[in-house]
């Protein structure tokens, strides 16, 4: 008899960065969790899944999302946010706090985790507000976000000016022991700029945003970090000069991480040639020097995790002129198609690559996944690395099609996506032999 509660994965490469094993077994999984793991694991009452030629790793932890509920539903929904998390073989995400309204109180944090929970397909993390409605004027009341159910604080979309306020911020931070997020952007810099400054900005007319802009900010926040002993994790690193800072206090034991995405590390200011609205990003694509340096901080370990800064827009949002269109790219689905496609090119280990996107993002944020091992919940994907397909962002699950990876190559594909056991996403068109349920007689 078979039991639905018990899954036996067998045959499938196993890849987990936590305990460095990469090797052919099988995962046991019974009521949502990971019971067993070994190369000769069995059940007589499992339903059976044949992964052979599939790799099976933790789900991948999106840690910078924006999700849009509150308020923008015409951008992304829950629904279809955790949809394309799902797609994108992501099984838990943290969505920012740059709502309407702004997730600056109890009310909101429990409006996400509680709704996230009812219309999502995989698990929703609130990050509460360093300030109250993002002002910098005013800190939020932190104990309350955080007992609500928020795992860090952040401003993002805006950096906190404010340098007194952004220090008493820290200092609260450390008592209920949760990192502060920084979106690290002088505004007296950035002011009036859509594209990094640089020979591509002059060429094409449009006005720059220096790479100063990001790094005297994280300058400040690192140092406020340093006075403090707080947890400070920096949002979207950009630029050549912040890998250096951080790596200089780091090795200092300033408590320190950082993340930055995959538009950073494959793409350059030339993608806003010809005006092209889906290179509009804040902060901006910056040089290949910067490109190079963001590469080489994610080999020495610099640079902690990749994180997609998935913001969805409506077409018409980005179909407006350069200047007017607003800064954003999705990225939950292709995140992880591009980093295994392309950045073990660059001398990046695959296990490494894995835990950019599952332990490191775990320990920054002391979530309980990013592991296989018994007694985890078991948040799983299964990916396909044979065959090649590109980027459409026609077919993305997600209600944002602002992506300038659209036409891109890739190798590989998920082949599942399982939160708490359960299969959240499997793609239609699977071949039958590629992921096979097979009940014993």
């Known amino acids: 008899m078979v039991d639905d509660s018990v899954l036996l994965i067998k045959n499938a490469r196993i890849l987990d960065p936590a305990s ?3 090797e052919t077994g099988s995962v046991l999984v019974k009521n949502g969790v990971i019971e067993k793991i070994g190369k000769s694991v069995s059940s007589k009452t499992a339903e059976e899944v044949d992964a052979q030629n599939l790799w099976l790793f933790p789900g991948l932890v999106d840690m910078h999302v924006h999700l849009r509920q509150p308020g923008q539903d015409s ?42 929970k009812s219309e999502g397909c995989v698990h929703v993390h609130p990050v509460g507000s360093v300030s109250k409605g993002l002002e910098g004027k005013e800190i939020s009341d932190i104990g309350e976000i955080v007992h609500a159910g928020a795992v860090a604080l952040s401003d993002d979309g805006k950096g906190v000016m404010d340098a007194q306020l952004f220090r008493r911020a820290l200092e609260y931070s450390t008592i209920f022991d949760v990192p502060i997020i920084s979106h690290c952007e002088d505004h007296n810099l950035s002011q009036g700029g859509v594209m990094n400054e640089g020979q591509t900005s002059t060429f094409i007319g449009l ?9 005297v900010m994280v300058s400040r926040d690192i140092l406020l970090a340093k006075r403090t002993g707080a947890r400070l994790h920096i949002a979207h690193v950009s630029c050549a000069e912040s890998v250096d800072l951080i790596r200089t206090y780091k090795k200092r034991g300033v408590k320190v991480t950082a993340e930055t995405a995959m538009h950073y590390l494959l793409l350059t200011d030339k993608a806003v040639e010809g005006y092209n609205t889906n290179a509009k990003m804040n902060p901006p694509l910056r040089t290949e020097e910067d490109c190079q340096a963001l ?3 994610l080999r020495d370990g610099t640079i902690d995790a990749i994180a997609s800064d998935h913001a969805p827009h409506t077409r018409g949002d980005k179909s407006q002129e350069f200047d007017l269109a607003p800064f954003g790219i999705v990225g939950l689905e292709t995140t992880l198609p591009l980093m295994l496609s392309y950045l073990p090119q660059e001398g990046l280990d695959l296990l490494e690559l894995i835990r950019r ?20 919940i078991a948040d799983l994907t299964l990916w396909n690395p044979t065959g090649e397909s590109q980027i459409d962002p026609n077919l993305f699950f997600s209600k944002g099609r602002n992506t300038p990876f659209g036409g891109w190559k890739v190798t590989g594909r998920v082949e599942a996506t399982m939160v708490a056991g359960r299969v959240v996403y499997a793609p239609s068109y699977s071949p039958a032999a590629s992921l096979v349920t097979v009940r014993p007689s």
């Open 20 to 22: 460095g094993k990469d």
């Open 295 to 297: 590469l080489e901080g």
């Open 75 to 116: 951008k992304e929904t829950f629904a279809t946010g955790t949809r394309a998390a799902a797609a994108g073989g992501v099984t838990r995400v943290v969505t920012m706090a740059n709502t309407i309204p702004v997730l600056d109180n109890k009310t909101g944090i429990e409006f996400v985790v509680e709704r996230s």
């Open 207 to 215: 006005p720059g945003i220096p790479a100063e802009a990001e790094t």
């Open 357 to 376: 996107m599952t332990v490191a993002p775990c320990e920054i944020l002391k979530l309980p996944a990013g592991k296989l091992e018994p007694g985890m």
